[in-house]
């Protein structure tokens, strides 16, 4: 993604830092794919992290350099954010005094006690600097663009990586509930109860500041891409079905006739 809009946007392009997964450099150049990595001469910084798909050193580092990009801008400056599945572990910036390794602690507790991704999201963005339009906030009044792939079923904004550039109001009071549902209540780290315990609900202003210098466009997921194999198709001179794109991944899928099918 950052290859091709660094190709797109070419001298307009000032500066840029990507974090994404661990080896995926080396991966793309063992596959013969090294045409979809930056050139030598890029003006984007890449910081590989998030090994086996878990925030780590690495990705906390690419998500402070990402932040201070975003804070130096200003109105006359355009931010363009590409954003992914996977985009969550490879952003993390937990709000001291909390550490990493104890807001990870905190989340895995939390997916192995049930809980969904809806009430994981909602503690990881209360705990994050950069989660529920935390990117956008420090970005503000730069004019944010972010481009989307969706791997989550609906393409709900807030969801992806975390919603980085949805602007998404935090309430504490919610966070202790879900923390309090899998009696978790009082084992949290005491960095995330003072946290929580001095945390205010993200102001309406921060939201209303930030959300008309924002757009977030989905350019890719499973119903674009049905809807292009559909396309595809009857130019092909089929007749494109798609059935239930969506419920569930193993239903989504395009079921395509022969023109002659009754």
């Known amino acids: 993604m950052a290859a091709e809009a660094e190709r797109i946007v070419g001298d307009h392009l000032v500066k840029g830092v990507i ?32 090994k086996h798909n878990l925030p780590d050193a690495d990705a906390q580092e690419a998500a402070e350099e990402i932040k201070q990009l975003a804070s130096r801008l200003t109105e006359e400056d355009l931010l363009l954010v590409l954003i992914s599945g996977g985009g969550s572990a490879l952003l993390p910036a937990p709000i001291p005094p909390i ?54 079923i609906g393409d709900p904004l807030d969801l992806i990586a975390s919603g980085p550039t949805v602007p998404t109001e935090v309430w504490p009071e919610e966070v202790l509930s879900v923390l309090e549902r899998y009696k978790l209540l009082n084992s949290v780290p005491s960095s995330v109860n003072d946290v929580l315990g001095r945390a205010s609900p993200r102001e309406s202003k921060d939201k209303s500041s930030t959300s008309g210098h924002v757009l977030n466009a989905v350019i890719g ?28 991944l193993k239903d989504r899928y395009c079921h395509i006739l022969n023109s002659n099918d009754h």
């Open 221 to 248: 997921s499973n119903s674009l891409a049905l809807k292009c194999a559909g396309l595809r198709a009857r130019e092909l001179g089929f007749r494109p079905v798609v059935l239930a794109p969506g419920s569930t």
């Open 19 to 50: 974090s994404v997964p661990h080896g995926i450099q080396q991966t793309l150049q063992q596959h013969g794919k090294g045409h979809l990595l930056l050139k030598e001469n890029s003006r984007i910084k890449v910081i590989e992290g998030a």
């Open 99 to 152: 550490s990493l390794q104890e807001k990870l602690d905190v989340t895995r507790k939390l997916a192995a006690a049930g809980a969904t991704i809806q009430e994981l999201n909602t503690v990881r963005r209360a705990l994050s600097f950069l989660k529920g339009g935390g990117l956008a906030n420090f970005a503000h009044p730069a004019q944010v663009i972010a481009l989307i792939l969706s791997d989550v």
